[in-house]
């Protein structure tokens, strides 16, 4: 499977963006996708997840209640909705696909994608 993230893009703090993240190859049924990020010397961290239905999710504690993390199995796509951005969201986005969110939420990805740049200004 091929995960392609796009949306990425340099934005002030305080505003939104979207990535996508497409799969091609082999769809998006039965796994779950999340999201990472690694921002400069840092390691790579978990951002989000959803399961393959979509009606479990999870999120990391710093982007609760600002990102969005949902699905369209018809388009073999993810999206991540990114409101009230701030600077220390600064890094390249990953998508990957594992077996549950938790799993993803611990690491174990199956599959990685590229990455999208996202630079939040201040």
């Known amino acids: 499977v091929q995960l392609q993230a796009s949306g990425g893009g340099l934005v002030q703090a305080g505003d939104s963006l979207r990535l996508s993240c497409v799969a091609s190859?082999?769809?998006?049924?039965?796994?779950?996708v999340g999201w990472f990020r690694q921002a400069p010397g840092k390691e790579r961290e978990f951002v989000a997840a959803?399961?393959?239905?979509?009606?479990?999710?999870t999120y990391a504690h710093a982007v609760v209640g600002r990102f969005t993390i949902s699905r369209d199995n018809t388009k073999n796509t993810v999206y991540l909705q990114m409101l009230s951005l701030r600077p220390e969201d600064t890094a390249v986005y990953y998508c990957?696909?594992?077996?549950?969110?938790?799993?993803?939420?611990?690491?174990?990805?199956?599959?990685w994608g590229k990455g999208t740049q996202v630079t939040v200004s201040s």
């Open positions: 959803t399961s393959w239905s979509g009606s479990r999710t």
């Open positions: 990957a696909v594992g077996l549950s969110t938790s799993t993803l939420q611990d690491g174990d990805v199956h599959y």
């Open positions: 190859g082999r769809t998006f049924t039965r796994v779950a």
